[in-house]
């Protein structure tokens, strides 16, 4: 099996969990590849916020991108005013041939739960493009210590019940 793990982080602790996932899929014998995006201009906090809010989608620079190459895709984004952060709007819009796959979401946020609305966003956006989501997973940010146990079991649940 071959995955990618495909995300966005600002200020890097999207990143942490991307590399978490990176370590759980590897200990269970899963090819991983992992894609940081980027966007083409940055933007300030304000305009991230409102970004989100009106459902953006800012150009990043690795997308458009294929992904029938891999079997599962991980795609991981921070929430934003309460919402999916606009650059996961851009990659479930910008990555191609996705449909028929296994994906996996997760995303951070500083509130405890502030990650539910974007991950259920997504989620529906996707499953709408015909994409298999088999698991979503939030973070909180101040519990990011803890985050590499939590993916690991969170991995083993998944794979455990995805038939791979
Ligand atoms: C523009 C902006 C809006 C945010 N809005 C929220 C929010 O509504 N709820 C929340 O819990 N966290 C919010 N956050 C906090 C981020 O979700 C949190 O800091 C996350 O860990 C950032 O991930 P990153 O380091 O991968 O960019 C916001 C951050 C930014 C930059």
Redesign the pocket.
Known sequence: MKALVAY????????QVAEAFQRALDAKGVSVEVLRLHRRQEAG??A??FE?RRGAKPAMVELPMDVSGYDMILLG???????A?SPANSMVAGIQNVDGKQCILF??????D??IKGLNDIEAYLKGAGVDVIGKQGFF?RDLDTAGSRVAEFVARVLGHSGS
Request: glycine content about 16%; aromatic content about 16%.
């Open positions: 966005y982080s600002r200020t890097g602790h999207t990143a906090f304000l991230c916020g989100a984004f921070p929430t934003w005013a309460g919402r952060s995303s951070v946020s500083a509130g405890k502030g990650f940010e």
